[in-house]
């Protein structure tokens, strides 16, 4: 981007509306991976993922790949995945046990920290080549820490600490976690990978859209509401049918039961309704009768009732994570292109808890992100269309103004929006997108 183009990056975002370009311009794309993923922090996996020393798993930061892995010591590295030779990626799986990294070129071998160790025919490389050289190492991300087993890693060597960046936001982690009757998550059952042709940001927005799912998702919730509810057959029939009619709430449920919050550094959640019926696992359900004995006999009553009763839904971490305590799930944003990316969906078990909750937690997870899920196709499917409109002649810009007017403070330092169907969390992400992207 020319420096007259890049000077008016701040003016793409204003008062209620952004422009289009900040979707469709491949320069502003490019930028974006220098500027925010190059430079903020990132979630890159789970500890559960890495548990023992040797342990590895593949990820991204931007478009750039990454190895998160354990080191001897154990001490947590995330890794370039680049031999230092010729530049091929060195690791191919996407997870697995390994105690050494050796590229499959020409045979570099790399410590599980990504210090060089071994290179065959070295007596050929001129007397300069000194394997000890920090240059012939696997480049190792500046910075990198975690909050309650989650992984955030930094290219930048300077900036704020993982909690001062994740702010108020750290209480969703704790949500998350404390809801384990152990204290402790652990990453299990696959991952769901799909892809969508429209930009990153188009699905953080709509992660926290609490008024698009009577549109967006009407013909799944029309087909829920026709079934019978004693013709239930197992329990994943059961929740399938009371996520997707849930969906079909009305305004007036979204205005008065549900809340949307907002915090500095474009992050955001949604929450504040709480029905024993509507969750993965009711209360009458003897299964969660089970997971609440095991809660109370660890943490007391009085400490479970006070983590049940916190209610939140998607917690919105930018620039690339959404997780449900509720649910167990949390899901990856991965941008390719400026209209084009990924999304990694991963589950966990509640360690302590009744293994038919992770069941549930799986079955949920098939529902909402399977590839032949009724819902996720069809946000998919708006996030196609968004990408065809933003990138063709007409309006110029994007209004996010519902609720703008009605904005207040947060008792936490953050902005709360009038109800859930407020696109104040819209307006939260493109003032950390400014700033961000006007730093440089």
């Given at each position: 981007?020319?420096?007259?183009?890049?000077?008016?990056?701040?003016?793409?975002?204003?008062?209620?509306?952004?422009?289009?370009?900040?979707?469709?311009?491949?320069?502003?794309?490019?930028?974006?991976m220098e500027r925010i993923f190059g430079k903020i922090w990132v979630y890159v996996g789970h500890e559960s993922q890495i548990a023992n020393p040797g342990d590895f798993a593949m990820t991204r930061i931007g478009r750039r790949p990454m190895v998160m892995v354990r080191h001897t010591d154990g001490k947590i590295h995330v890794i370039h995945n680049q031999c230092a030779h010729r530049g091929a990626m060195v690791v191919a799986e996407d997870a697995g046990h390994a105690e050494e990294f050796v590229c499959c070129y020409h045979g570099w071998t790399y410590g599980t920290d990504g210090k060089l160790i071994r290179v065959p025919l070295q007596h050929d490389y001129p007397e300069h080549f000194n394997p000890?050289?920090?240059?012939?190492?696997?480049?190792?991300?500046?910075?990198?820490?975690?909050?309650?087993?989650?992984?955030?890693?930094?290219?930048?060597?300077?900036?704020?600490?993982?909690?001062?960046?994740?702010g108020h936001m750290t209480t969703s982690f704790d949500d998350m976690a404390d809801r384990a009757p152990d204290g402790e998550l652990e990453l299990a059952g696959g991952v769901f990978k799909h892809a969508y042709d429209g930009n990153w940001k188009l699905y953080l927005e709509n992660?926290?859209?609490?008024?698009?799912?009577?549109?967006?998702?009407?013909?799944?919730?029309?087909?829920?509401?026709?079934?019978?509810?004693?013709?239930?057959?197992?329990?994943?029939?059961?929740?399938?049918?009371?996520?997707?009619?849930?969906?079909?709430?009305?305004?007036?449920?979204?205005?008065?039961?549900?809340?949307?919050?907002?915090?500095?550094?474009?992050?955001?959640?949604?929450?504040?309704?709480?029905?024993?019926?509507?969750?993965?696992?009711?209360?009458?359900?003897?299964?969660?009768?089970?997971y609440i004995a095991a809660m109370e006999a660890r943490k007391g009553?009085?400490?479970?009732?006070?983590?049940?009763?916190?209610?939140?839904?998607?917690?919105?971490?930018?620039?690339?994570?959404?997780?449900?305590?509720?649910?167990?799930?949390?899901?990856?944003?991965?941008?390719?292109?400026?209209?084009?990316?990924?999304?990694?969906?991963?589950?966990?078990?509640?360690?302590?808890?009744?293994?038919?909750?992770?069941?549930d937690t799986i079955a949920f997870a098939n529902i909402t992100n399977g590839t032949g899920s009724l819902v996720l196709t069809d946000d998919l499917e708006t996030y196609g269309r968004i990408g065809t409109g933003v990138s063709a002649a007409g309006a110029d810009w994007i209004e996010v103004g519902r609720g703008y007017t009605s904005d207040r403070p947060d008792e936490h330092g953050g902005v709360q929006g009038k109800d859930s169907t407020s696109e104040v969390y819209i307006r939260n992400m493109y003032d950390a997108w400014r700033d961000y992207m006007t730093a440089a």
């Open positions: 981007m020319s420096s007259a183009a890049n000077s008016d990056l701040g003016s793409l975002v204003q008062p209620g509306r952004v422009h289009k370009r900040v979707y469709a311009d491949p320069e502003i794309f490019e930028l974006e000890d050289d920090p240059s012939t190492s696997m480049v190792q991300a500046p910075r990198v820490e975690s909050y309650r087993g989650f992984v955030f890693a930094s290219l930048a060597a300077d900036g704020p600490s993982l909690t001062d960046f994740l992660l926290c859209d609490a008024a698009h799912p009577l549109f967006v998702h009407q013909s799944s919730t029309e087909a829920a509401r026709a079934q019978d509810d004693d013709v239930f057959t197992d329990g994943v029939g059961e929740i399938a049918v009371r996520q997707m009619r849930q969906n079909g709430a009305p305004y007036k449920f979204w205005q008065e039961q549900v809340g949307i919050w907002t915090y500095k550094n474009g992050h955001s959640y949604l929450g504040d309704y709480h029905d024993d019926e509507k969750l993965v696992a009711a209360k009458r359900d003897e299964t969660f009768a089970e009553p009085e400490e479970t009732k006070r983590i049940l009763e916190v209610t939140r839904w998607n917690s919105n971490i930018y620039p690339n994570l959404s997780f449900m305590s509720q649910f167990r799930q949390l899901r990856v944003v991965h941008p390719v292109s400026v209209n084009r990316t990924e999304v990694y969906t991963y589950s966990f078990r509640l360690k302590g808890a009744p293994e038919k909750m992770f069941e």
